[in-house]
Protein backbone atom coordinates (compact mmCIF):
# COMPACT_ATOMS: atom_id res chain seq x y z
CA UNK A 1 0.00 0.00 0.00
CA UNK A 2 3.13 2.41 1.13
CA UNK A 3 4.85 1.59 -2.20
CA UNK A 4 1.57 2.21 -4.23
CA UNK A 5 1.06 5.82 -2.50
CA UNK A 6 4.44 7.06 -3.49
CA UNK A 7 4.19 5.59 -6.70
CA UNK A 8 1.25 7.72 -7.23
CA UNK A 9 2.69 10.79 -5.63
CA UNK A 10 5.61 10.51 -8.53
CA UNK A 11 3.12 10.07 -10.73
CA UNK A 12 0.79 13.35 -9.91
CA UNK A 13 4.00 15.38 -9.80
CA UNK A 14 5.37 14.18 -13.12
CA UNK A 15 2.37 14.54 -14.49
CA UNK A 16 1.81 17.59 -13.36
CA UNK A 17 5.38 18.88 -14.42
CA UNK A 18 4.91 17.67 -17.66
CA UNK A 19 1.88 20.17 -18.20
CA UNK A 20 4.13 23.30 -17.00
CA UNK A 21 7.07 22.12 -18.24
CA UNK A 22 6.28 20.67 -21.84
CA UNK A 23 3.59 22.83 -22.15
CA UNK A 24 1.85 20.77 -24.67
CA UNK A 25 -1.86 20.72 -24.22
CA UNK A 26 -1.66 17.52 -26.10
CA UNK A 27 0.30 15.88 -23.27
CA UNK A 28 -1.78 16.82 -20.24
CA UNK A 29 -5.16 15.42 -22.31
CA UNK A 30 -3.69 11.69 -23.28
CA UNK A 31 -2.93 11.74 -19.36
CA UNK A 32 -6.35 13.00 -18.54
CA UNK A 33 -7.54 10.52 -20.53
CA UNK A 34 -6.00 7.23 -19.97
CA UNK A 35 -8.17 4.51 -18.32
CA UNK A 36 -7.09 4.93 -14.46
CA UNK A 37 -4.13 2.06 -13.08
CA UNK A 38 -3.66 0.19 -9.80
CA UNK A 39 -1.57 3.23 -8.22
CA UNK A 40 -5.00 5.37 -8.27
CA UNK A 41 -5.94 3.35 -5.84
CA UNK A 42 -5.59 2.83 -2.52
CA UNK A 43 -5.46 -0.80 -0.41
CA UNK A 44 -7.23 -1.98 2.82
CA UNK A 45 -7.71 -4.91 4.98
CA UNK A 46 -11.32 -4.44 5.43
CA UNK A 47 -11.46 -8.02 7.57
CA UNK A 48 -9.74 -11.70 7.49
CA UNK A 49 -10.21 -15.15 8.52
CA UNK A 50 -13.71 -15.30 6.25
CA UNK A 51 -13.71 -19.00 4.92
CA UNK A 52 -12.87 -19.45 2.02
CA UNK A 53 -15.17 -16.36 0.89
CA UNK A 54 -16.77 -17.60 -2.62
CA UNK A 55 -19.10 -14.06 -3.65
CA UNK A 56 -19.14 -10.63 -1.77
CA UNK A 57 -22.03 -8.23 -3.28
CA UNK A 58 -22.63 -5.16 -2.23
CA UNK A 59 -26.13 -4.61 -0.44
CA UNK A 60 -28.99 -1.99 -0.82
CA UNK A 61 -28.27 -1.42 3.15
CA UNK A 62 -24.57 -0.49 2.09
CA UNK A 63 -22.91 -3.78 4.02
CA UNK A 64 -21.01 -6.27 1.98
CA UNK A 65 -22.74 -9.71 1.86
CA UNK A 66 -20.28 -12.31 1.30
CA UNK A 67 -20.83 -16.50 1.21
CA UNK A 68 -18.39 -18.02 2.65
CA UNK A 69 -17.76 -21.43 0.78
CA UNK A 70 -16.28 -23.14 4.23
CA UNK A 71 -18.27 -22.39 6.41
CA UNK A 72 -21.51 -22.25 4.87
CA UNK A 73 -22.60 -19.26 6.01
CA UNK A 74 -23.54 -15.83 4.63
CA UNK A 75 -22.37 -13.03 6.22
CA UNK A 76 -23.08 -8.91 5.91
CA UNK A 77 -19.74 -7.08 6.98
CA UNK A 78 -19.85 -3.19 7.12
CA UNK A 79 -16.85 -2.05 4.94
CA UNK A 80 -16.19 1.31 7.32
CA UNK A 81 -15.25 -0.99 10.93
CA UNK A 82 -15.32 -4.94 9.30
CA UNK A 83 -17.77 -5.93 11.83
CA UNK A 84 -19.60 -8.86 10.53
CA UNK A 85 -22.77 -10.04 11.20
CA UNK A 86 -24.18 -14.23 10.71
CA UNK A 87 -26.98 -13.51 8.35
CA UNK A 88 -27.27 -17.49 7.97
CA UNK A 89 -25.69 -20.25 8.78
CA UNK A 90 -27.11 -23.23 6.01
CA UNK A 91 -28.46 -25.86 7.83
CA UNK A 92 -27.86 -29.13 5.01
CA UNK A 93 -24.61 -27.77 3.20
CA UNK A 94 -22.25 -30.39 2.27
CA UNK A 95 -18.29 -28.95 2.97
CA UNK A 96 -15.77 -31.52 2.32
CA UNK A 97 -12.10 -30.44 3.19
CA UNK A 98 -9.87 -30.17 0.62
CA UNK A 99 -13.08 -30.22 -2.22
CA UNK A 100 -14.34 -27.36 -4.40
CA UNK A 101 -18.25 -27.85 -2.73
CA UNK A 102 -20.03 -25.82 0.06
CA UNK A 103 -21.67 -22.95 -0.16
CA UNK A 104 -21.54 -21.29 -3.72
CA UNK A 105 -23.21 -18.20 -5.89
CA UNK A 106 -25.47 -15.80 -4.05
CA UNK A 107 -27.67 -13.50 -5.75
CA UNK A 108 -29.82 -10.47 -4.16
CA UNK A 109 -33.48 -9.83 -5.56
CA UNK A 110 -33.41 -6.72 -7.13
CA UNK A 111 -36.00 -5.57 -4.49
CA UNK A 112 -34.33 -6.80 -1.48
CA UNK A 113 -34.81 -3.74 1.46
CA UNK A 114 -36.81 -1.79 -1.05
CA UNK A 115 -40.25 -2.52 0.41
CA UNK A 116 -41.27 -4.31 -2.35
CA UNK A 117 -41.93 -7.91 -2.34
CA UNK A 118 -39.16 -9.56 -3.38
CA UNK A 119 -37.37 -9.58 -0.08
CA UNK A 120 -35.18 -12.70 -0.80
CA UNK A 121 -31.78 -13.75 -1.41
CA UNK A 122 -30.65 -17.02 -3.46
CA UNK A 123 -28.35 -19.12 -2.82
CA UNK A 124 -26.87 -22.36 -4.39
CA UNK A 125 -25.04 -24.99 -2.36
CA UNK A 126 -23.78 -28.83 -2.34
CA UNK A 127 -25.39 -31.38 -0.25
CA UNK A 128 -25.97 -34.79 0.33
CA UNK A 129 -29.12 -36.64 -1.59
CA UNK A 130 -28.52 -39.65 0.33
CA UNK A 131 -29.90 -39.89 3.43
CA UNK A 132 -28.09 -43.18 4.16
CA UNK A 133 -24.05 -43.65 4.89
CA UNK A 134 -23.50 -43.29 1.30
CA UNK A 135 -22.44 -39.74 -0.12
CA UNK A 136 -24.43 -38.58 -3.10
CA UNK A 137 -22.84 -34.67 -4.12
CA UNK A 138 -25.59 -32.79 -5.61
CA UNK A 139 -26.35 -29.03 -5.69
CA UNK A 140 -29.66 -27.29 -4.85
CA UNK A 141 -30.93 -23.68 -5.66
CA UNK A 142 -33.07 -22.32 -2.38
CA UNK A 143 -34.53 -18.65 -1.79
CA UNK A 144 -34.46 -17.60 1.65
CA UNK A 145 -36.18 -14.28 2.74
CA UNK A 146 -34.41 -11.68 4.70
CA UNK A 147 -35.71 -10.79 7.92
CA UNK A 148 -35.23 -7.23 8.76
CA UNK A 149 -35.79 -6.89 12.19
CA UNK A 150 -33.66 -9.77 13.07
CA UNK A 151 -31.35 -9.03 10.53
CA UNK A 152 -31.63 -12.88 9.76
CA UNK A 153 -32.14 -14.85 6.51
CA UNK A 154 -34.97 -17.64 7.21
CA UNK A 155 -38.15 -19.80 5.40
CA UNK A 156 -36.12 -21.38 2.91
CA UNK A 157 -37.91 -22.83 0.30
CA UNK A 158 -36.19 -24.90 -2.18
CA UNK A 159 -36.18 -23.67 -6.22
CA UNK A 160 -34.71 -26.95 -7.26
CA UNK A 161 -32.31 -29.70 -6.13
CA UNK A 162 -30.87 -32.70 -7.34
CA UNK A 163 -28.15 -30.82 -9.70
CA UNK A 164 -24.92 -32.09 -10.11
CA UNK A 165 -22.12 -31.68 -7.93
CA UNK A 166 -18.86 -32.84 -7.20
CA UNK A 167 -15.30 -32.63 -5.43
CA UNK A 168 -13.98 -30.98 -8.55
CA UNK A 169 -15.06 -28.25 -11.31
CA UNK A 170 -18.33 -27.38 -9.18
CA UNK A 171 -18.48 -23.71 -10.40
CA UNK A 172 -21.56 -22.32 -9.00
CA UNK A 173 -21.76 -18.50 -10.21
CA UNK A 174 -25.69 -17.15 -9.59
CA UNK A 175 -27.03 -14.24 -11.19
CA UNK A 176 -30.63 -12.72 -11.15
CA UNK A 177 -31.27 -11.44 -14.97
CA UNK A 178 -32.47 -8.24 -15.97
CA UNK A 179 -35.16 -10.60 -17.50
CA UNK A 180 -35.72 -11.31 -13.81
CA UNK A 181 -34.48 -15.09 -14.54
CA UNK A 182 -31.95 -16.84 -12.33
CA UNK A 183 -28.64 -17.84 -14.32
CA UNK A 184 -26.80 -20.22 -12.99
CA UNK A 185 -23.34 -22.19 -14.03
CA UNK A 186 -22.47 -25.40 -13.42
CA UNK A 187 -18.64 -27.18 -14.26
CA UNK A 188 -18.07 -30.44 -16.20
CA UNK A 189 -17.27 -32.24 -12.23
CA UNK A 190 -13.17 -32.18 -13.22
CA UNK A 191 -14.58 -35.59 -15.18
CA UNK A 192 -11.55 -37.31 -17.35
CA UNK A 193 -8.91 -35.86 -15.27
CA UNK A 194 -6.87 -36.82 -12.27
CA UNK A 195 -9.07 -39.13 -9.61
CA UNK A 196 -11.95 -38.59 -12.13
CA UNK A 197 -10.48 -39.50 -15.51
CA UNK A 198 -12.22 -42.84 -16.14
CA UNK A 199 -15.68 -40.20 -16.12
CA UNK A 200 -17.28 -38.90 -19.13
CA UNK A 201 -17.29 -35.21 -19.48
CA UNK A 202 -21.39 -34.76 -20.15
CA UNK A 203 -20.67 -30.88 -20.96
CA UNK A 204 -22.28 -31.70 -24.82
CA UNK A 205 -24.87 -34.19 -23.33
CA UNK A 206 -28.21 -32.05 -23.49
CA UNK A 207 -30.98 -33.54 -21.68
CA UNK A 208 -33.62 -35.59 -23.16
CA UNK A 209 -38.03 -34.64 -22.89
CA UNK A 210 -37.96 -37.82 -19.99
CA UNK A 211 -35.33 -36.54 -17.74
CA UNK A 212 -36.67 -33.38 -17.78
CA UNK A 213 -40.15 -34.58 -17.23
CA UNK A 214 -38.43 -37.08 -14.50
CA UNK A 215 -36.61 -33.86 -13.03
CA UNK A 216 -32.94 -35.81 -13.57
CA UNK A 217 -30.42 -33.85 -14.20
CA UNK A 218 -27.33 -35.82 -15.06
CA UNK A 219 -26.68 -33.69 -18.46
CA UNK A 220 -26.48 -30.44 -16.52
CA UNK A 221 -22.91 -30.76 -16.14
CA UNK A 222 -20.91 -28.11 -18.22
CA UNK A 223 -23.91 -25.96 -18.47
CA UNK A 224 -25.07 -22.60 -18.12
CA UNK A 225 -28.85 -22.61 -16.81
CA UNK A 226 -31.45 -20.17 -16.84
CA UNK A 227 -34.29 -20.81 -14.43
CA UNK A 228 -38.27 -19.02 -13.47
CA UNK A 229 -37.55 -17.78 -9.97
CA UNK A 230 -39.30 -20.52 -9.04
CA UNK A 231 -37.00 -23.02 -10.70
CA UNK A 232 -39.40 -24.15 -13.47
CA UNK A 233 -38.45 -24.18 -16.93
CA UNK A 234 -38.85 -20.62 -18.37
CA UNK A 235 -41.11 -21.19 -21.69
CA UNK A 236 -38.59 -19.13 -24.30
CA UNK A 237 -35.69 -20.84 -22.80
CA UNK A 238 -33.92 -22.16 -25.96
CA UNK A 239 -34.47 -25.57 -27.98
CA UNK A 240 -31.56 -27.62 -27.96
CA UNK A 241 -31.71 -31.08 -29.91
CA UNK A 242 -36.10 -30.97 -29.52
CA UNK A 243 -35.71 -30.51 -26.00
CA UNK A 244 -36.31 -27.26 -24.02
CA UNK A 245 -35.02 -27.54 -20.41
CA UNK A 246 -33.41 -25.10 -18.17
CA UNK A 247 -30.36 -25.73 -20.45
CA UNK A 248 -29.24 -22.23 -21.81
CA UNK A 249 -25.66 -22.98 -23.23
CA UNK A 250 -22.99 -25.82 -23.24
CA UNK A 251 -20.35 -27.25 -23.73
CA UNK A 252 -18.78 -25.49 -20.75
CA UNK A 253 -15.99 -26.57 -18.52
CA UNK A 254 -15.61 -24.68 -15.36
CA UNK A 255 -17.28 -21.50 -16.12
CA UNK A 256 -17.24 -19.82 -12.49
CA UNK A 257 -17.45 -16.20 -13.61
CA UNK A 258 -21.32 -14.66 -14.96
CA UNK A 259 -22.25 -11.70 -15.18
CA UNK A 260 -25.28 -9.22 -17.65
CA UNK A 261 -23.66 -6.31 -19.43
CA UNK A 262 -25.65 -3.60 -20.68
CA UNK A 263 -28.38 -4.67 -23.28
CA UNK A 264 -29.08 -8.19 -21.29
CA UNK A 265 -25.55 -9.19 -23.05
CA UNK A 266 -24.37 -12.22 -20.79
CA UNK A 267 -20.75 -12.65 -20.65
CA UNK A 268 -18.91 -15.96 -18.63
CA UNK A 269 -15.37 -16.88 -18.18
CA UNK A 270 -13.79 -20.54 -17.45
CA UNK A 271 -10.94 -22.83 -16.52
CA UNK A 272 -9.32 -23.98 -19.45
CA UNK A 273 -7.13 -27.52 -19.19
CA UNK A 274 -3.65 -26.59 -19.39
CA UNK A 275 -4.13 -23.13 -21.18
CA UNK A 276 -7.12 -21.44 -23.26
CA UNK A 277 -8.73 -19.65 -20.59
CA UNK A 278 -11.80 -17.95 -21.85
CA UNK A 279 -13.89 -15.00 -21.90
CA UNK A 280 -17.32 -15.97 -23.26
CA UNK A 281 -20.13 -14.01 -24.32
CA UNK A 282 -23.04 -16.47 -23.66
CA UNK A 283 -25.40 -17.09 -26.83
CA UNK A 284 -29.24 -18.85 -26.12
CA UNK A 285 -28.65 -22.41 -27.52
CA UNK A 286 -24.92 -21.55 -27.89
CA UNK A 287 -22.38 -24.99 -27.77
CA UNK A 288 -18.63 -23.43 -26.20
CA UNK A 289 -16.82 -26.53 -27.57
CA UNK A 290 -15.92 -28.25 -24.32
CA UNK A 291 -14.41 -31.06 -24.69
CA UNK A 292 -14.04 -31.34 -28.30
CA UNK A 293 -12.60 -27.71 -28.36
CA UNK A 294 -10.43 -25.60 -25.93
CA UNK A 295 -10.55 -21.84 -26.84
CA UNK A 296 -10.18 -20.92 -30.02
CA UNK A 297 -11.10 -24.63 -32.54
CA UNK A 298 -7.01 -24.24 -33.86
CA UNK A 299 -5.61 -27.52 -32.89
CA UNK A 300 -2.92 -25.61 -30.39
CA UNK A 301 -1.78 -27.55 -27.35
CA UNK A 302 -5.08 -29.77 -26.95
CA UNK A 303 -6.55 -32.60 -28.44
CA UNK A 304 -9.63 -34.17 -27.10
CA UNK A 305 -8.34 -37.70 -25.53
CA UNK A 306 -11.96 -39.45 -24.35
CA UNK A 307 -10.16 -41.66 -21.19
CA UNK A 308 -13.70 -43.23 -20.28
CA UNK A 309 -14.38 -44.53 -23.83
CA UNK A 310 -10.82 -46.76 -23.58
CA UNK A 311 -12.10 -50.10 -22.76
CA UNK A 312 -8.89 -50.33 -19.81
CA UNK A 313 -9.48 -47.26 -18.59
CA UNK A 314 -9.30 -48.05 -14.71
CA UNK A 315 -6.23 -49.83 -15.61
CA UNK A 316 -4.36 -47.05 -17.27
CA UNK A 317 -2.76 -44.13 -15.18
CA UNK A 318 -3.63 -40.48 -15.97
CA UNK A 319 -0.70 -38.46 -16.69
CA UNK A 320 -0.92 -35.09 -17.66
CA UNK A 321 2.57 -34.74 -19.36
CA UNK A 322 2.69 -38.54 -21.09
CA UNK A 323 0.78 -39.00 -24.76
CA UNK A 324 -2.33 -40.97 -23.82
CA UNK A 325 -2.10 -44.74 -24.52
CA UNK A 326 -3.21 -46.23 -27.79
CA UNK A 327 -6.50 -46.92 -26.40
CA UNK A 328 -7.63 -44.01 -25.54
CA UNK A 329 -9.72 -42.39 -28.04
CA UNK A 330 -8.25 -38.89 -29.23
CA UNK A 331 -9.98 -36.21 -31.44
CA UNK A 332 -8.48 -32.87 -33.40
CA UNK A 333 -10.36 -29.54 -32.47
CA UNK A 334 -11.37 -29.43 -36.35
CA UNK A 335 -12.41 -32.92 -36.57
CA UNK A 336 -14.99 -31.16 -34.59
CA UNK A 337 -17.99 -29.30 -35.96
CA UNK A 338 -21.58 -27.96 -34.49
CA UNK A 339 -23.36 -25.21 -36.67
CA UNK A 340 -23.76 -23.42 -33.27
CA UNK A 341 -20.34 -23.31 -31.75
CA UNK A 342 -19.43 -20.09 -30.13
CA UNK A 343 -15.69 -19.72 -30.00
CA UNK A 344 -14.15 -17.40 -26.78
CA UNK A 345 -13.80 -13.32 -27.04
CA UNK A 346 -10.39 -14.11 -25.51
CA UNK A 347 -8.09 -17.10 -24.05
CA UNK A 348 -5.89 -16.51 -21.71
CA UNK A 349 -3.62 -17.86 -23.19
CA UNK A 350 -3.23 -20.08 -26.18
CA UNK A 351 0.28 -21.45 -27.00
CA UNK A 352 1.70 -23.34 -29.91
CA UNK A 353 1.52 -27.18 -30.08
CA UNK A 354 5.33 -28.06 -28.27
CA UNK A 355 5.10 -26.30 -25.34
CA UNK A 356 6.69 -27.21 -22.19
CA UNK A 357 4.41 -27.30 -19.81
CA UNK A 358 7.07 -28.42 -16.92
CA UNK A 359 8.57 -25.36 -16.54
CA UNK A 360 11.39 -26.03 -13.90
CA UNK A 361 10.35 -22.53 -12.36
CA UNK A 362 7.24 -24.74 -10.89
CA UNK A 363 8.97 -28.19 -10.26
CA UNK A 364 7.01 -28.35 -6.99
CA UNK A 365 3.48 -27.56 -8.72
CA UNK A 366 4.00 -27.55 -12.72
CA UNK A 367 0.33 -26.52 -13.05
CA UNK A 368 0.99 -22.97 -11.71
CA UNK A 369 2.98 -22.46 -14.65
CA UNK A 370 0.99 -23.44 -17.39
CA UNK A 371 -0.34 -20.71 -19.46
CA UNK A 372 -3.38 -19.86 -17.81
CA UNK A 373 -4.68 -17.92 -15.01
CA UNK A 374 -7.40 -19.97 -13.53
CA UNK A 375 -10.22 -17.27 -13.82
CA UNK A 376 -12.95 -17.70 -10.46
CA UNK A 377 -15.19 -14.46 -11.56
CA UNK A 378 -16.38 -11.24 -13.81
CA UNK A 379 -17.98 -8.69 -12.62
CA UNK A 380 -19.80 -6.00 -15.54
CA UNK A 381 -18.83 -2.00 -14.46
CA UNK A 382 -21.05 -0.26 -16.58
CA UNK A 383 -20.64 3.19 -15.40
CA UNK A 384 -17.98 4.24 -13.13
CA UNK A 385 -15.91 7.58 -11.82
CA UNK A 386 -13.00 6.21 -12.04
CA UNK A 387 -11.37 7.50 -15.50
CA UNK A 388 -11.55 5.38 -18.49
CA UNK A 389 -13.40 2.65 -16.69
CA UNK A 390 -16.91 2.73 -18.38
CA UNK A 391 -18.48 -0.11 -19.81
CA UNK A 392 -15.67 -2.83 -18.18
CA UNK A 393 -15.50 -6.69 -17.12
CA UNK A 394 -13.83 -6.99 -13.64
CA UNK A 395 -12.28 -10.56 -13.53
CA UNK A 396 -10.42 -11.75 -10.42
CA UNK A 397 -7.75 -15.06 -11.51
CA UNK A 398 -6.83 -17.72 -9.00
CA UNK A 399 -3.21 -19.05 -10.10
CA UNK A 400 -1.90 -15.42 -11.06
CA UNK A 401 -2.64 -13.56 -8.10
CA UNK A 402 -4.47 -10.38 -10.56
CA UNK A 403 -7.64 -8.59 -10.63
CA UNK A 404 -7.92 -7.53 -14.41
CA UNK A 405 -9.90 -4.89 -16.42
CA UNK A 406 -11.04 -5.87 -19.46
CA UNK A 407 -12.29 -3.04 -21.49
CA UNK A 408 -15.24 -3.93 -23.66
CA UNK A 409 -16.61 -2.08 -27.22
CA UNK A 410 -19.01 -0.26 -27.46
CA UNK A 411 -21.81 -2.89 -28.77
CA UNK A 412 -20.56 -5.32 -25.79
CA UNK A 413 -19.61 -8.10 -28.52
CA UNK A 414 -15.86 -7.78 -28.26
CA UNK A 415 -13.35 -7.46 -25.63
CA UNK A 416 -10.00 -5.56 -25.57
CA UNK A 417 -6.64 -6.28 -23.69
CA UNK A 418 -6.98 -7.23 -20.16
CA UNK A 419 -5.25 -4.80 -17.90
CA UNK A 420 -3.79 -6.03 -14.99
CA UNK A 421 -4.82 -3.88 -11.90
CA UNK A 422 -4.08 -5.29 -8.46
CA UNK A 423 -1.54 -7.48 -7.80
CA UNK A 424 -0.93 -9.58 -4.25
CA UNK A 425 0.23 -12.77 -3.39
CA UNK A 426 -3.17 -14.22 -3.17
CA UNK A 427 -6.29 -16.12 -4.76
CA UNK A 428 -9.07 -14.11 -5.72
CA UNK A 429 -11.93 -15.34 -5.40
CA UNK A 430 -14.49 -12.63 -6.03
CA UNK A 431 -14.92 -8.85 -6.77
CA UNK A 432 -17.87 -6.01 -6.57
CA UNK A 433 -17.99 -2.59 -6.48
CA UNK A 434 -20.30 0.25 -4.53
CA UNK A 435 -22.81 2.23 -6.48
CA UNK A 436 -20.79 4.52 -7.81
CA UNK A 437 -18.32 2.54 -9.08
CA UNK A 438 -15.17 3.94 -7.16
CA UNK A 439 -14.69 1.78 -4.33
CA UNK A 440 -13.86 -1.78 -5.15
CA UNK A 441 -14.08 -5.09 -3.05
CA UNK A 442 -12.38 -8.41 -3.60
CA UNK A 443 -12.23 -11.98 -1.64
CA UNK A 444 -9.49 -14.14 -0.88
CA UNK A 445 -9.17 -18.17 -0.65
CA UNK A 446 -8.24 -19.20 2.38
CA UNK A 447 -5.59 -21.61 1.34
CA UNK A 448 -3.68 -22.75 -2.26
CA UNK A 449 -1.31 -22.40 -4.63
CA UNK A 450 -0.43 -18.84 -6.01
CA UNK A 451 2.46 -17.31 -8.55
CA UNK A 452 4.81 -15.67 -5.99
CA UNK A 453 6.19 -12.57 -6.81
CA UNK A 454 8.70 -14.30 -9.00
CA UNK A 455 6.09 -16.58 -10.68
CA UNK A 456 6.85 -19.55 -8.77
CA UNK A 457 4.42 -21.86 -6.99
CA UNK A 458 3.80 -20.74 -3.52
CA UNK A 459 1.15 -21.44 -0.55
CA UNK A 460 1.81 -18.62 1.54
CA UNK A 461 -0.66 -16.45 1.07
CA UNK A 462 -0.39 -12.67 1.99
CA UNK A 463 -4.39 -12.21 2.90
CA UNK A 464 -6.16 -15.43 3.44
CA UNK A 465 -9.91 -15.43 3.77
CA UNK A 466 -9.77 -11.63 2.84
CA UNK A 467 -11.99 -8.98 2.41
CA UNK A 468 -9.98 -6.14 0.61
CA UNK A 469 -10.99 -2.84 -0.35
CA UNK A 470 -9.74 -0.62 -2.88
CA UNK A 471 -10.65 3.32 -3.09
CA UNK A 472 -10.10 5.43 -6.14
CA UNK A 473 -8.38 8.66 -5.28
CA UNK A 474 -9.37 10.47 -8.17
CA1 LIG B 1 -14.90 -22.89 -25.16
CA1 LIG C 1 -7.92 -24.57 -29.19
Redesign the pocket.
Known sequence: MRTATRRMATGAVLALLATIFVGGTAHAAEADTAPAGPEQFTTRVITTGLDNPFEVVEGPDRMLWVTERGAGRVVRVDPKTGGRTIALTVPDVLVTAGAQDGLLGMALHPELLSGGRGQYVYLAYTYDADASAELDRRVKLVRYTDNRPSQTLSSPVTLISGLPGSYDHNSGRLVFGPDAKLYYSIGDSGNNQFANYCKPILAQRTPTEQEVRGKNWIAYQGKILRLNLDGSVPNDNPVIDRVRSHVYSYGHRNPQGLTFGARSTLYSNEHGPKS?DEINLIRAGGNYGWPH????????S?EYENWSAARNCASLGWDPYAPAPASVPKQR?TSFTAPNLVEPLQTFY?VDNGHNWQDPKCAAAYYICWPGIAPSSLKYLERSRVRGWNNSLLMTTLKDGTIYRVPLTDDGRRTGAAMPLWSSVNRYRDVAFNSTGTVFYAVTDSSGQVRDTQGAPTSQLANPGALLEYSYRG
Open positions: DVSGYRDDKYET
